[in-house]
């Protein structure tokens, strides 16, 4: 089983935006927190954004005031609104989820395949 499957990836240019999706899949108790990673060549992967069960909510300062990250909990299912994007922005997008799959069991963490995100000048 593949908990988490992204969508929403793509090029774009300079101003515009995406929105990325990352459903998690299975049987979920309880979601702790979910959020997104990206990742460029040569980079290490880097928090973009979380948010948690309690509602808290944590971004980069890079994408902060252009990104909104929100959730639909019926449908297990994080967002990624990016607006304004910036070539700077260009990299590998994960989401990332700690996920209890039943009463009883440990929280893991997962990570999604990865999307690419390209944004042109």
């Known amino acids: 089983q593949v908990p988490l499957v992204e969508s929403g990836g793509g090029l774009v240019q300079a101003g515009g935006s995406l929105r990325l999706s990352c459903a998690a899949s299975?049987?979920?108790?309880?979601?702790?927190?979910m959020g997104w990673y990206r990742q460029a060549p040569g980079k290490q992967r880097d928090m973009v954004a979380v948010?948690?069960?309690?509602?808290?909510?944590n971004y980069a300062d890079s994408v902060k005031g252009r990104f909104t990250i929100s959730s639909d909990n019926a449908k297990n299912t994080v967002y990624l609104q990016m607006n304004s994007l910036k070539p700077e922005d260009t990299a590998v997008y994960y989401c990332?989820?700690?996920?209890?799959?039943?009463?009883?069991?440990?929280?893991?963490?997962?990570w999604g395949q990865g999307t690419q995100v390209t944004v042109s000048s």
């Open positions: 299975g049987s979920i108790f309880s979601i702790n927190a």
């Open positions: 948010t948690t069960s309690g509602g808290n909510t």
């Open positions: 990332n989820a700690v996920l209890n799959m039943g009463l009883g069991k440990p929280y893991y963490t997962y």
